[in-house]
Nanobody
Framework: QVQLVESGGGLVQPGGSLRLSCAASGSIFSINAMGWYRQGPGKQRELVAAATSGGNTNYAASVKGRFTISRDNAKNTVYLQMNSLKPEDTAVYYC??????????????WGQGTQVTVSS
């Protein structure tokens, strides 16, 4: 079993920065793919940023150049650095990991979500 714990959300003024963390614990052989999604009020969940184990990254057009996804393999932790935040970035942010629990068994897991509010 793998657990994901998100942290780092909060209230920030427009133009500010936040760093979200997603720490994975449990039976982890390796983290294959990772991603951050968000769901704003009255909106569907959307992909914000994603990365593969090979280092390829993909960003939503609305956050490209402002957000950066990264990982610390030693800590099994995934990050989302968010800069130049805008009110429209307000949402609940969820991490999503594709985890190998053995060399041949792969599962995907979701974090509990963390609220990011951008407001003056």
């Amino acid at each position: 079993q793998v657990q994901l714990v998100e942290s780092g959300g909060g209230l920030v003024q427009p133009g500010g920065s936040l760093r979200l963390s997603c720490a994975a614990s449990g039976s982890i052989f390796s983290i294959n793919a990772m991603g951050w999604y968000r769901q704003g009020p009255g909106k569907q969940r959307e992909l914000v940023a994603a990365a593969t184990s090979g280092g390829n990254t993909n960003y939503a057009a609305s956050v490209k150049g402002r957000f950066t996804i990264s990982r610390d393999n030693a800590k099994n932790t995934v990050y989302l650095q968010m800069n130049s935040l805008k009110p429209e970035d307000t949402a609940v942010y969820y991490c999503h990991l594709v985890v190998l629990i053995t060399r041949y068994q792969e599962y995907d897991y979701w974090g509990q979500g963390t609220q990011v509010t951008v407001s003056s």
